[in-house]
């Protein structure tokens, strides 16, 4: 691991601060892929309400903690808590019904469907709670008005940006506790980019805790509360969001100063 010594004043490398109850609590976790370890004593803690980014390189191991997450990859060690209950051992399925739900990589969301059809799927997991579904299909359109206005066209001929709102739309769906974004910024304009960001935080604000998987560090970090700093499957450093972007190792390896 590149581990960052001498850190300077408000960034740490222990835990985040107590903000709170903790929606994600992630304590010494290693993974491994057949034998070949890939993450390495993992200790990531979002608390409730927050935005919270991990950012690095490619194959720094960011998508494999969401995989972690998820329950499409078992913890070896540690412990993995969501809402203060351990979700080590449950399947994927399970941790959507308990309130995780992930927006991947690439969108993939279905082009032969709507866009409703398409929030609907989102919705499937509560899909007997009626009103809760329309209370929140009322927020997701508030949130992204296009997909009120497109509603009944086929989600694959949405345009980029449009596609990654219908993504997130169909995540808050399930009401989450925990919303999980890999890459969000992947294969959107930098305009869309800056659009999207600011919609993410804007989804913050109505009380949804957010961790976000990113390569753009600056855009992750800039509405980001919290941050954590992954380096060859382990955190190298952490930090208050504000104080990373201004630490000189992030800038200069990840921010392109």
Known sequence: MNAVTDLPAGLRSG??????????????????????????DISVRVPRGQ??????????????????????????AGAVELDGR???????????????ACVPQRRRIFGTLT?????????????????GVARTLDEVHALFPVLARKANML???LSGGEQQMLAIGRGLMSNPSLLLLDEPSMGISPKL???????????????RTVLIVEQNAYAALGISDYGYV???????????????MHDDYVRQTYLGA
């Open 230 to 244: 992954l380096e060859n499957g382990a955190v190298a450093l952490e930090g208050p969001a504000s104080d990373l």
């Open 15 to 40: 835990p985040a601060p107590d903000a709170g109850p903790l929606v994600l609590d992630i304590r010494h976790a290693d993974a491994f892929y057949g034998k070949a370890q890939i993450l390495f």
């Open 115 to 131: 866009v409703l059809e398409n929030l609907e799927v989102g919705a499937y997991v509560r899909r007997r709670d009626r009103a």
């Open 86 to 100: 351990s979700i080590l051992g449950l399947d994927t399925e399970q941790i959507i019904a308990a309130g995780v």
């Open 193 to 207: 980019t800056t659009e999207m960001f600011a919609d993410i935080r804007r989804i913050a604000r109505t009380g």
């Open 155 to 157: 989600g694959g001929v």
């Open 51 to 76: 935005v919270v980014s991990l950012i690095g390189a490619n194959g720094a191991g960011k998508s494999t903690m969401l995989n972690l997450v998820m329950g499409r990859l078992r913890a070896s």
